[in-house]
């Protein structure tokens, strides 16, 4: 009977940390059990947008910094970032578009932001929005699917556009319809097409979830080792040494994952325009 007590309890802990706060926009209520289109996981859209806020924070102090004619350590890090993305573009995007790189920062220090969301101790801000009421609060945008999807479909649309632009509407549905197996085998072309341009945003966010909402996972399993550690053998004592060494080691490798998985889709990003930017005949 304990030891089904004590599961329940666990699968409770880490249902409880995997629950959205939800707000319900047909009742205007917060209903954690809450399902459908019409439902928003308001904690993902306000630290996404405090994120985004404060990625436009820096960005602007930077640029009074190098006005004033005082460069520092700022500075000089968005002066790095900048330099990098724009010898990335040059290597894979046909021609200078005053878009792309600016884009390609904006993606990656945002999506950083986001995912360096997951080193905050799983229990902190939980415990403190549940102090005021809160009862479900999670605080890294990028481990909800619909926040990654939601980026991912504004890169498609992207791909889209910039289809259009550089080949021209015709120039565009003449290459849905033709390539790779000739205009004989239009159906075939054009089903092939929708699978690939649909495979693209799917990747994206499913990628950069999967990383991170594993990474989340994680951590509040180590979280409920040491809540289990805590009432047994050894104590507190044995808790705390096991914990610290736990999420030290954990966060020490998820450090790695998080400006990688940043840098991925950024760089995917600027992959995907290029493409649409470039005719499968100047490809070959």
Known sequence: MAAAEGHEDSGS?????????????????????????????????????????????????????????????????????????????REVFPQANPLVVPLAITIFVWVLF???MDIVPVDLLPFVAGKAGVEHLRIVPSTDVNITFGLSLS????????NVVFKGPVGFLKEVLTHPFGPWLFPVNFALRIVEEIARPVSLALRLFGNLFAGELIFVLIALLLAQLRTGIGGAVLSLVVGFLSQLAWTFFHVLVIPLQAFVFAVLTVVYLSTAATSHSEEH
């Open 155 to 162: 890169v498609f649309i992207l791909i889209i556009g910039y």
């Open 13 to 89: 802990y880490v249902l409880h940390h995997l629950t959205n706060l939800k707000l319900d926009l047909r009742t205007l209520s917060i209903d954690p059990a809450a399902k459908g289109f019409w439902v928003l996981n308001l904690d993902s859209v306000i630290f996404s947008l405090l994120l985004g806020s404060l990625v436009l924070f820096v960005f602007l102090k930077a640029a009074r910094a190098a006005t004033s004619g005082k460069p520092g350590g700022l500075l000089n890090f968005i002066e790095m970032t900048l330099e990098f993305w724009e010898r990335q573009v």
């Open 114 to 116: 986001m995912n360096f």
